[in-house]
């Protein structure tokens, strides 16, 4: 039996099969800021193309939470441009900015839920905002998100965060995150404070999130291991720069000393 | 002597920036009252936090003020058999000045220094960040809320501390100075009468007294969550911002209570 050939196009008007790049999603030009005389951040740029992962890594008080609050507007810049779904969010309004958030997920360091409100009303929180449903679909659509980071909506559902544990906060902030299905999820040091077995659990979950939700992420952190495992791209920095960018392999394989002693 | 200038440059460019910082928070909560979504459960809420919450030690402050305010004036009013009109001096003390702001001040201290450490502790655990994620404005559900709140609450409050100042006072007239109720009351009425009606029906110290809590409870929730959105620092910064929005907030009270009053009788009186 013969090998089989690749095609050949005898017709001029067939081109040759292009990969088709996704659109990004999430896009910084030339991002400069300063609190005060503390440069924090010069000339920041990357983009994330829609499904990527983007791992945005360095040492502590490098700025890299400080990108997650950029792309939010949190804080807005010196100067350069932010890019979330095609839109310079700097040059909105306040209102029309809110509106462009609710496109985000974040996932806090410290979970941040609001600790007046129970689980379930945490989970809920997005939906009774942004969306007009009943009561029955907002608890179908909590139980789906709780589902999805593997809590029950019984079980926890009715407790307040002060009565739950590390793993579990970081759980609900994640479903609370994905609740109003968003396109963009952003994780600021999901792995950070948890013991090795609870953060390697939210790395699988992150990971199974990615597959199953389709999202774009943008993860903050200076867990090498969580980082290779859930990003498609890595930034790191250094220096208020962006010293690297490139994929998990290449960054295994570079051989710039910063990034070998931070890799190693 | 130029770090000393510089020192107060720093100083005055805070305070400016800090006042500035504080009316744009107040035009922004007010303009929300009347903008959708309106936050009614939580407005709700905090009207019972204001009023249902504080009733107890505002009952206690009308009863005891007005209580003392017999007892002191009664040694005075003694000496030129003047006692039966007691109720004039509780009735018109009462309404027009310490009602109101006893009441914010009491108030100051307790809703006051609870907002600031709420928002305040919502700020440093990023709360007030994931408010904003979550494309909710913070102000809108947090601060307009309280401002509404205390702006119904103050003045409700305020009729309650007067009811009870002067029944304080008539206790005092009846079981100590021999006074009847009904001479007591009457001696309210008439200082009360005195000073004229609106619409003939309200008398202008009442209305002077109602006034003035309406301003009481503005300053009392946008001190309160304007130190509470200011926290900085950890657990420190909640601490820090609870004594400041109770210290502010108090002067500001004593400060208004003064141009309010020159204004009000300006309006209403001369």
């Not at chain 1, 992150?206 to 980082?227: C, F, K, P, Y």
């Not at chain 2, 009316?23 to 459960?41: E, G, N, S």
């Not at chain 2, 009442?206 to 409870?217: D, R, T, Y």
Request: charge should be negative; hydrophobic fraction near 50%.
């Amino acid at each position: 039996m013969d090998d089989p050939q690749p095609p050949t196009h005898t017709d001029p008007s067939i081109s040759a099969p292009t990969h088709v790049l996704e659109p990004v999603v999430v896009e910084a030009r030339n991002l400069y800021l300063a609190f005060g005389a503390n440069q924090v951040l010069e000339d920041i740029s990357f983009e994330v193309r829609e499904g990527d992962a983007l791992a945005i890594v360095g040492v502590s008080g490098v700025g890299k939470s400080t990108i997650l609050k950029l792309i939010l507007r949190l804080l807005v810049p010196d100067s350069g441009q932010v890019i979330i779904d095609g839109e310079d969010i700097n040059q909105l309004t306040f209102e029309e900015v809110l509106k462009v958030r609710q496109k985000m997920g974040m996932v806090f360091q410290a979970s941040a839920l609001f600790d007046s409100l129970s689980v379930f009303e945490n989970v809920a929180f997005p939906l009774r905002e942004h969306f007009q449903l009943t009561e029955a679909e907002v608890a179908e659509r909590v139980e789906t998100a709780l589902g999805m980071v593997d809590l029950s909506l019984e079980e926890l559902g009715y407790r307040l965060p002060a009565e739950l544990s590390g793993g579990q906060k970081k759980r609900v902030g994640i479903a609370r995150a994905i609740a109003h299905q968003p396109k963009i999820l952003l994780y600021d040091e999901p792995t950070t404070g948890l013991d090795p077995v609870t953060g390697r659990t939210i790395v699988r979950l992150i990971q199974r999130l990615e597959r199953e939700l389709e999202v774009t992420s943008v993860v903050v952190s200076h867990d090498m291991r969580a980082v290779l495992a859930v990003s498609t791209h890595i930034a790191m920095l250094g220096d208020c720069r962006i010293i690297f960018y490139g994929t998990p392999e290449e960054i295994a394989a570079s051989d710039n000393p910063h990034v070998r002693e931070f890799v190693e | 002597m130029g770090r000393l200038v510089a020192l107060l440059e720093f100083y005055v460019k805070r305070a400016v920036l800090g006042v500035q910082e504080y009316t744009v928070l107040t035009v922004k909560a007010m303009r929300y009252i009347l903008a959708r979504p309106f936050y009614w459960r939580d407005t709700l809420q905090q009207m019972d936090r204001i009023g249902v919450g504080s009733l107890g030690i505002v009952l206690l402050t009308g009863l005891f003020t007005g209580m003392v305010l017999a007892l002191q004036s009664s040694i005075e009013m003694r000496r030129f058999g003047a006692t039966i009109y007691i109720g004039r001096l509780v009735g018109a003390s009462a309404v027009r000045e310490l009602g109101p702001v006893l009441t914010a001040l009491m108030v100051a201290g307790r809703v006051g220094a609870g907002m600031a450490a709420q928002l305040g502790s919502m700020k440093v655990t990023e709360q007030i960040d994931a408010l904003n994620v979550l494309g909710v404005d913070p102000i809108k559900k947090l601060v307009t809320p309280r401002l509404l709140a205390a702006l119904i609450m103050l003045p409700i409050l305020t009729i309650i501390t007067d009811t009870v100042a002067i029944f304080g006072g008539m206790l005092i007239a009846v079981v100590k100075l021999d006074l009847t109720a009904d001479l007591y009351m009457r001696s309210v009425y008439q200082t009360l009468a005195d000073s004229g009606f609106v619409f003939q029906i309200i008398p202008k110290d009442v209305l002077a007294g109602l006034i003035k809590p309406i301003f009481f409870g503005g300053i009392i929730a946008m001190t309160g969550c304007y130190f509470g959105l200011q926290t900085r620092g950890g657990t420190e910064g909640v601490g820090v911002s609870t004594t400041r929005a109770v210290v502010t907030a108090s002067i500001l009270i004593l400060a208004v209570d003064y141009f309010l009053t020159q204004v009000l009788i300006s309006i209403l009186i001369e």
